[in-house]
C-alpha cells in the first residue's frame, strides 16, 4: 500500500487487504506511518503481486481512503470477518484503541496482463 509522507516523500507498506461489496480493508496500528499520511489526506494505491498461478498479470488499484476509528462501522468490519488473517492474532478485539481501519473506495484500476504485454484493461469510477 503506497501512501505519501507530509513531505512529498513516498510510502510503501506491505499490506494485507480484506474485501467488502465496495471497498477494499486494510486493519493497522492506530500510530503506524500510512494512518498519519492518510490523516494528513494522502491518498492510497495498492499493487498486487505478479504470479505465474495469475497468468503474470499485474493490478494496480487506487482509491479515496477513509479511516474508521471508532463507532459502529468498526465493529462491522471486525465481525465481517473481511481480512485474509484473522486480526484477533494482533488486535484485542474491535475496540481495541491501537486499532485503527482504513477502508477505500476504488476510483481507478487496471489490469494489465501478461506483465502488460498482452494489453491493459481500465476501470474508473
Request: hydrophobic share 35%; glycine share 10%.
Amino acid at each position: 500500500m503506497a501512501t505519501v509522507r507530509p513531505d512529498g516523500q513516498p510510502h510503501l507498506a506491505v499490506v494485507s487487504p480484506g474485501f467488502t461489496d465496495d471497498s477494499l480493508v486494510v486493519a493497522t496500528w492506530e500510530t503506524s506511518v500510512k494512518a498519519r499520511n492518510l490523516r494528513a489526506g494522502s491518498g492510497v494505491m495498492f499493487h498486487w503481486v505478479v504470479r505465474e498461478e495469475t497468468g503474470n498479470d499485474m493490478l494496480l488499484a487506487r482509491g479515496r481512503p477513509g479511516l474508521v476509528d471508532g463507532g459502529r462501522r468498526r465493529l462491522e468490519l471486525w465481525e465481517r470477518d473481511c481480512l485474509p488473517y484473522d486480526p484477533s492474532d494482533w488486535y484485542d478485539g474491535p475496540d481495541d484503541p491501537r486499532l485503527l481501519w482504513i477502508e477505500v473506495k476504488p476510483t481507478y484500476a487496471s489490469l494489465q496482463r501478461n506483465l502488460g504485454q498482452d494489453g491493459t484493461s481500465v476501470w474508473r469510477a
